[in-house]
């Protein structure tokens, strides 16, 4: 069983930055796609970004690309969100998924962590 751990998350003001982690424990993830997701009140969970852990192939959000980056570090088994130029339509709970199989759900969700940013 896998077991996804994010952390990093808090308040920042508009225009400043967080990088949040998604720690992976429970069984190899060579063939895996990491995702980060949001979810603000009232809305939707939407997707954020997604790194392969093979070759490191990444995919983002309109609404992310040029701010956010995502990147992994196999020999932890941890992925990180680098979220630069925040803006207030950033604030939302941040979680991360795990897809074993192109064209698999995402699942094994984290507990999430919180993202604030002020205006």
């Known amino acids: 069983q896998v077991q996804l751990v994010e952390s990093g998350g808090g308040l920042v003001q508009a225009g400043g930055s967080l990088r949040l982690s998604c720690a992976a424990s429970?069984?190899?993830?060579?063939?895996?796609?990491m995702g980060w997701f949001r979810q603000a009140p009232g809305k939707e969970r939407e997707f954020v970004a997604s790194i392969t852990w093979s070759g490191g192939s990444t995919d983002y959000a309109d609404s992310v690309k040029g701010r956010f980056t995502i990147s992994g570090d196999n020999a932890r088994n941890t992925v990180y969100l680098q979220m630069n130029s925040l803006k207030p339509a950033d604030s939302a709970v941040y979680s991360c998924a795990i897809r074993f199989f192109s064209g698999a759900p995402f699942g094994s969700w984290g507990q999430g962590t919180q993202v604030t940013v002020s205006s």
């Open positions: 429970g069984r190899t993830f060579r063939y895996a796609t």
